[in-house]
């Protein structure tokens, strides 16, 4: 049975967005890309922005969308890509997020070790390689970062690529923050190659500005924001303990793929095709299922963290500019302790703290390259006289401690 595979997705952000040919059609119907509709694009942000309840899969179209832009800009700028280049760069932006676990990185940081998002993206285009009968093989050397056109990997990964140009944006519009609306359509105006390099028209140079502001924004007043970020912190220690119960034989209601990944160590050398396979069977709702069971849980710290999240009855987060003392946290854990009669380790789950750093911009590694009217190069910092533009590639690194409210 035929169908029409050139269809059309209306996007709040862009409009009309168009599919460019079959393969991505194709793609974009399999269920390891369909899977994204069912992972949140920011984590657990919705407990601070209520609207933030986008997802993967509208991101990863976007990125997709703003790469036709790219690649038709490019080329009537004079630079060249072929069918092949074109196709491989639309599939690689596509497929980029692929690899991310529920609520987006709390996984990364639980219940599997020492894998990244990006490396579980690799693997399932590997595994669709072999399904498109190696229609991705350029798309993976792109993705890799190894294909000899350097500014292709720049727009896929770099500080002005098309995976930001869009998040930024969207997560813009869905929270509700409006410093960090991006104009991401005239930034890819201005873009031009130079010695295969990636780099932006002199004209562009505000927008650049504007960019990089609008990335130190929306770190701290949404992606680092102290409430999103203690509810991913627990969110990481309620994986941790379930697994922490699984692996003492306590038995815990939740769905096979996560019950798996509970039982097993799964790390980089033993992540094959069958974890592979559990893995994309798992998504946002079995994490929320699980605590919603796991709440009523016998066990102290796990049902408590549960319902810490279910609720929205945060533990208190405190962001200082100073370490924190050692001395704070064991007064607040042996408080924990006196009152319900726990251990050190326990308390440990309740009571904890950790540091956040922003740094907008990267002038060591991948700068953003102004194109002059002379038709030099250089470095935006170089370029730029906006006085906060050198701040801005400063880490700025803040701590936090947190810690029960007087009830729990």
């Known amino acids: 049975m035929s ?3 050139l269809k059309i997705f209306n996007d709040p952000i862009y409009g009309f967005i168009t599919i460019p040919n079959r393969l991505v059609f194709d793609l974009i119907e399999h269920r390891y890309f369909q899977r994204l509709r069912r992972i949140s694009q920011m984590g657990m942000s919705y407990l601070v922005y209520p609207g933030a309840h ?6 990863a179209l976007g990125s997709m969308h703003l790469m036709q832009k790219a690649v038709n800009v490019l080329r009537f700028k004079g630079v060249s890509i072929s069918e092949d280049e074109e196709s491989a760069l639309y599939v690689t932006i ?5 690899g991310h676990g529920p609520f987006s990185h709390a996984m990364e940081h639980s219940i599997v070790d020492g894998i990244s998002h990006e490396e579980i993206s690799l693997a399932f285009m590997e595994k669709l390689n072999v399904e498109f009968n190696g229609n991705l093989t350029t798309a993976i050397e792109i993705f890799k970062g190894k294909y000899p056109r350097r500014f292709m990997c720049q727009l896929i990964s770099s500080q002005l690529d098309m995976d930001r140009a869009d998040y930024l944006k ?4 869905y929270t509700g923050v409006a410093e960090g609306n991006i104009n991401s359509e005239r930034l890819i105006t201005m873009l031009n190659v130079v010695d295969d390099t990636l780099v932006i028209e002199e004209k562009g140079i505000y927008s650049v500005e504007k ?21 991913e912190q627990i969110l990481t220690r309620v994986l941790k303990r379930a697994k922490e119960l699984v692996k003492q034989g306590v038995e815990l209601d939740c769905s096979a793929p996560l019950q798996f990944f509970l039982k097993n160590d799964i790390n980089i050398s033993n992540f094959d095709e069958e974890r592979l396979e559990v893995f994309s069977r798992l998504d946002d709702y079995d994490i929320v299922s699980a605590m919603k069971a796991w709440q009523y849980h016998d066990d102290f710290v796990l049902s408590n963290l549960c319902e810490i999240i279910i609720n929205r009855d945060l533990l208190r987060i405190k962001i200082k500019n100073q370490s924190i003392k050692q001395s704070s946290l064991k007064t607040h854990q042996e408080a ?7 251990t050190r380790d326990e308390a440990k789950y309740f009571v904890f703290s950790g540091q956040i750093s922003n740094q907008a911009y990267q002038s060591s590694s991948n700068q953003i390259n102004i ?18 533009l050198k701040a801005l590639s400063k880490p700025v690194t803040k701590y936090y401690i947190c810690y029960p409210k007087k009830k729990m």
Do not use: C, P
Request: hydrophobic content about 40%; glycine content about 4%.
């Open 3 to 5: 169908s029409n595979k």
């Open 54 to 59: 986008h997802t993967r899969f509208h991101h």
């Open 94 to 98: 596509l497929l980029h997020d692929m």
């Open 170 to 173: 969207r997560d813009s519009f």
């Open 211 to 231: 960019f990089l502001i609008a990335r130190r924004f929306m770190y701290w007043q949404v992606y680092l924001h102290k409430t999103g970020l203690v509810a």
């Open 336 to 342: 924990l302790i006196e009152k319900y009669n726990i």
């Open 371 to 388: 194109l002059l009217k002379s038709g030099k190069t250089k470095d935006i910092i170089k370029v730029s006289d906006h006085l906060n």
